[in-house]
């Protein structure tokens, strides 16, 4: 197996963990999973009437990431929402390592999927 190929395989992986991550969380926000529900109501009672609209954003954002034609639009879509959830974690004063860590793994799922991206040309 060639390094390109290798990669690509573990970068398709990352890219569809964090996407089911992404729609399952979606989901879970939009059928009122009492858990997610708390938890926006701790973060911010003024989140939880956003919620079905953080619902929509998580499951676009992990569907646009896991299309190939679309990779760019949910990478991009993904790192806003995660830097949104760091965000409100971070004004709680809760852990906002778990997020953290999703951004770095999008990050390099991007890296190994198109590493031309990262390349400096002189």
Same mark, same amino acid.
């Given at each position: 197996m060639? %390094?390109?190929k290798t990669k %690509? &395989? &573990?970068?398709? +992986?990352i890219n569809? $963990? &964090?996407s089911t991550a992404l729609i399952i969380? +979606? =989901? *879970?926000? #939009? &059928? !009122?999973f009492k858990p997610y529900t708390e938890m926006i109501m701790e973060l911010n009672p003024n989140y939880f009437e956003f919620i079905y609209f953080l619902g929509v954003i998580a499951i676009v954002s992990g569907v646009l990431f896991i299309i190939p034609k679309t990779f760019t639009f949910g990478l991009i879509a993904t790192l =806003? $929402? #995660? !830097?949104g959830t760091i965000s409100a974690h971070?004004?709680?004063g809760d852990s906002f390592i778990p997020q953290i860590v999703f951004v770095l793994l999008t =990050? *390099?799922?991007a890296y *190994?999927?198109?590493s031309e991206w990262f390349r400096m040309e002189k």
């Open positions: 060639n %390094n390109q %690509n &395989i &573990i970068g398709n +992986g569809y $963990f &964090i969380s +979606g =989901v *879970l926000k #939009l &059928i !009122g =806003v $929402f #995660l !830097g971070m004004q709680h =990050v *390099l799922s *190994l999927k198109r």
